[in-house]
């Protein structure tokens, strides 16, 4: 090899390294800022959790955080998992240069750098979907507050916050509700009546058997109306039970986990803030039927 060729190999040499070293910077930047939007992230989650402990609603605190927590906790993992990786790797990079790299290893390295990127983008988006999530419900749960939103997210976020509890059984929960149903109404007692209704037929329609099914289902009766029905596939109602079922402090699970008061609460959300009625159909050994209507506009707007 002549000097020329020689000296043209020492400088591609420096030119790879020079890159090398930008890239590790840039790549060390986007760890640190990855790193920092999950502090934040977590710190919003502690803020909510603050904010429904200074609340009165203290029942829908455990299942909220512990369903968020849950969900959390795969973005996070994944993300670190990912950074700790990159950071081995970078680590080897940098041992490389001082004793000579190769143009294959250092493609490779690029490569990584750019897969790993994407993975912690990916999951740093989705942790902060959920953080977002998080906060929406836990004003909502915790409040009255009226505003307008989607019936097919609102639920979804309700079913999320019962995964903690749903995930530890053998029971299936269907949803077929359409993107498009708008409302003007109130999420926080809307979610109070899904969530009831969900937890009482797993308490009480399938009672510990081994398999069960829940399915929500909702659509337009007219441009005004909205009608959701919440069935399940379990032992359903004896036809005695049926005249107290919406009385407060009737159950059959006293002692067992059962309070009397989940349909009643049903009853007078659905009767009162939301604007609607409600309906029980059961037959023993098939299941039960609970159908509610309410208008899409709450009615204090339509009367203001």
Do not use: W
């Amino acid at each position: 090899m002549d000097i020329t060729e020689k000296r043209r190999n020492e400088d591609r040499i420096r030119e790879l390294n020079i890159g090398l070293e930008k890239r590790v910077e840039e790549r060390t930047a986007e760890l640190q800022a990855a790193n920092d939007q999950l502090k934040t992230a977590m710190a919003h989650l502690q803020q909510a959790q603050d904010e429904l402990l200074r609340s009165e609603k203290l029942a829908a605190l455990g299942s909220l955080v512990a369903g968020i927590a849950h969900e959390l906790n795969t973005p996070i993992g994944n993300s670190l998992m990912v950074a700790s990786t990159l950071g081995d790797h970078t680590k080897s990079i940098r041992e490389g240069m001082s004793v000579g790299l190769r143009r294959a290893d250092f493609e490779h390295y690029l490569a990584d750098m750019d897969e790993a990127g994407e993975q912690l983008v990916h999951n740093l988006r989705r942790a902060s979907e959920l953080i977002n999530s998080f906060k929406q419900v836990a004003v909502d749960q915790t409040s009255s507050q009226r505003r307008e939103f989607g019936l097919a997210e609102v639920i979804s976020e309700i079913l999320l916050t019962l995964r903690p509890v749903t995930k530890k059984t053998p029971y299936v929960i269907d949803v077929d509700v359409p993107e498009n149903v708008q409302m003007d109404s109130y999420p926080g007692p809307l979610g109070q009546v899904i969530s009831n209704l969900v937890q009482n037929a797993i308490l009480h329609g399938f009672d510990g058997g081994p398999k069960g099914k829940v399915l929500i289902q909702a659509h337009k009766l007219d441009d005004h109306q909205v009608e959701l029905k919440v069935s399940d596939d379990g032992k359903g109602i004896p036809a005695a039970h049926m005249r107290r079922i919406f009385d407060p402090f009737f159950t059959t699970k006293l002692g067992q986990g059962g309070s009397g008061l989940g349909l009643n609460v049903v009853h007078t959300v659905v009767t009162g803030v939301l604007g609607g009625h409600i309906s029980i159909e059961s037959e023993l050994g098939r299941g039960t039927l609970v159908t509610v209507v309410f208008p899409m506009v709450a009615p204090a707007a339509q009367s203001s």
